[in-house]
């Protein structure tokens, strides 16, 4: 299991904050190729938002229906992906061997915050399922406008609300 400890970089006052810097430039170049959308900092800042809430949902339902199904960790099967998410996640992989995203993404996953742990294979898959949310994020913009090329803020939160109601 992965540990954090925002103590090491002590100038920085957020280790989140650092990592995300380190994605600026695939996340543009992923924005651009998914969407031909263009991002800025504080796009980046909500896209990580995003990333980080959808994959908690995510889990806070594996971790149901694994107690359901008496599983002691959360199993690849726990998790509710839809048909819509598994063709994003295919986008994805796709699209990621020249953006190298999945990186970034493997280490921006929420840490389990639930009674049960992931097994191995769940928290591999995590990178590919933050992978195809963003997909379908960057599809939901140009469903929302499909002239747009820059999300303003008003779209962002309409874009949150539309995966509350499914997510």
């Not at 949902?57 to 960790?73: E, G, I, P, S, Y």
């Not at 970034?104 to 949310?133: C, M, N």
């Given at each position: 299991?992965?540990?954090?400890?925002?103590?090491?970089?002590?100038?920085?006052?957020?280790?989140?904050?650092?990592?995300?810097?380190?994605?600026?430039?695939?996340?543009?170049?992923?924005?651009?190729?998914?969407?031909?959308?263009?991002?800025?900092?504080?796009?980046?800042?909500?896209?990580?938002?995003?990333?980080e809430q959808?994959v908690s949902?995510?889990?806070?339902?594996?971790?149901?229906?694994?107690?359901?199904?008496?599983?002691?960790?959360?199993?690849?099967?726990?998790?509710?992906?839809?048909?819509?998410?598994?063709?994003?996640?295919?986008?994805?992989?796709?699209?990621?061997q020249g953006?190298?995203?999945?990186?970034?993404?493997?280490?921006?996953?929420?840490?389990?915050?639930?009674?049960?742990?992931?097994?191995?294979?769940?928290?591999?898959?995590?990178?590919?399922?933050?992978?195809?949310?963003?997909?379908?994020?960057?599809?939901?913009?140009?469903?929302?406008?499909?002239?747009?090329?820059?999300?303003?803020?008003?779209?962002?939160?309409?874009?949150?609300?539309?995966?509350?109601?499914?997510?």
């Amino acid at each position: 299991m992965r540990t954090r400890d925002s103590s090491v970089l002590q100038p920085v006052h957020n280790l989140k904050m650092f990592k995300r810097v380190e994605g600026i430039a695939q996340i543009e170049r992923f924005f651009r190729a998914a969407a031909e959308l263009d991002v800025d900092k504080d796009d980046i800042r909500r896209y990580f938002d995003f990333v980080e809430q959808k994959v908690s949902d995510l889990l806070l339902m594996a971790q149901h229906t694994a107690k359901a199904n008496d599983h002691v960790r959360v199993e690849p099967q726990d998790l509710p992906i839809t048909k819509g998410l598994q063709e994003g996640m295919h986008v994805f992989e796709a699209m990621d061997q020249g953006l190298d995203l999945g990186r970034i993404l493997e280490r921006r996953v929420p840490e389990p915050q639930f009674d049960l742990p992931y097994s191995d294979e769940t928290e591999a898959r995590l990178p590919s399922i933050a992978g195809g949310l963003s997909v379908a994020l960057a599809r939901t913009f140009k469903i929302i406008d499909p002239k747009m090329k820059h999300a303003i803020t008003a779209h962002w939160k309409q874009a949150f609300a539309i995966f509350n109601q499914l997510l």
